[in-house]
């Protein structure tokens, strides 16, 4: 199906909303390194890692370090925050809260602490991701009925809508030069995955192997394809790989996300977050005792 561009004004508000719970993120940047568990393979990682915990009785956002130090809560509001993702460069986290009410989309300064609501439409704006070099953003908005994938350029007022289908989409995930889109579409029945040109066209379906597929995460060289699949009653985690069209579960969890090196995958089983090794296999959790833990973002640098 073939998708024409279509703009949306969208109401972009500036205003800024001190949290007062990030004074301790100018922590050092030195990351420790992780004995990957199993192997006994000793990597050093890099980036920060976002994530969503209900520690606090809330769902809020959370931030730690590539080895699980140094975590942080950064939103404190008694409500609903979820879907964070980090700026390539680590300095912003753009996520999807509800303290209006409704679900919109903010964006967190993790130095000043300030945080802006930037997409404020009717409906659910959710799932929102930077591109590459951060100056886009792809998001899920549902004010035109059912769910749809937009691009919204950062500090602009309007939106272009890169799908149109009568089904759902979510999940939208950027190729490493900003070009495609991948997310996922019940529009043929089941959950799968789809690749679309960043700018709108005609959508094409990855075939994988699996008939039920959500949450795609594009690795940072382009190469790999990270997704969920339900198998056996469970939501395992999937990595497709382009240059042999071969999957293959590299564990059991939900929502993938790589880490800079292309190599490494943070998901959640729910009550950990893990890091695993898609090459040597290894898996090892970083984060537990936060109450459930979930929607883990890994930086691309």
Not at 189 to 202: C, M, N, Q
Request: proline share 5%; aromatic share 8%; with cysteine.
């Amino acid at each position: 199906m073939t998708s024409k561009a279509r703009f949306f004004t969208i109401r972009l508000l500036t205003i800024g909303l001190a949290t007062g719970l990030i004074a301790n993120l100018k922590a050092k940047e030195e990351i420790k390194e992780l004995v990957i568990k199993g192997g006994g393979q000793r990597v050093k990682l890099s980036g920060k890692i976002t994530f969503v915990a209900t520690h606090s009785g809330h769902k809020e956002i959370y931030i730690c370090n590539a080895d699980g130090s140094k975590v942080h809560r950064i939103t404190g509001d008694s409500g609903i925050n979820v879907s964070p993702a980090l700026s390539p460069d680590s300095s912003n986290i753009i996520h999807t809260g509800y303290r209006s009410g409704f679900a919109d989309i903010y964006k967190l300064n993790l130095k000043s602490g300030n945080r802006q609501r930037i997409i404020n439409a009717p409906g659910t704006n959710s799932g929102a991701v930077f591109s590459p070099d951060g100056n886009q953003i792809a998001l899920t908005m549902s004010f035109v009925g059912n769910p749809e994938i937009f691009v919204a350029d950062i500090g602009s007022t309007r939106a272009k809508r890169i799908t149109k289908t009568s089904g759902v989409e979510t999940s939208p995930t950027w190729s490493a030069d900003g070009k495609y889109i991948a997310y996922s579409s019940d529009s043929g029945g089941r959950p799968l995955i789809y690749i679309t040109p960043a700018s709108g066209g005609s959508p094409q379906k990855l075939s994988v192997g699996y008939t039920h597929c959500t949450e795609p995460s594009w690795s940072p060289d382009g190469t790999k394809m990270a997704f969920n699949v339900r198998k056996d009653g469970a939501y395992w985690v999937a990595v497709y790989d382009f240059s042999d069209r071969s999957t293959k579960l590299v564990g059991r969890g939900e929502d993938p996300s790589w880490g800079p090196d292309s190599t490494h995958l943070v998901f959640s089983n729910g009550k950990d977050l893990l890091i695993t090794d898609t090459a040597g296999g290894a898996t090892t959790p970083i984060v537990s005792g936060l109450g459930r833990v979930s929607q883990p973002n890994w930086s691309r640098r």
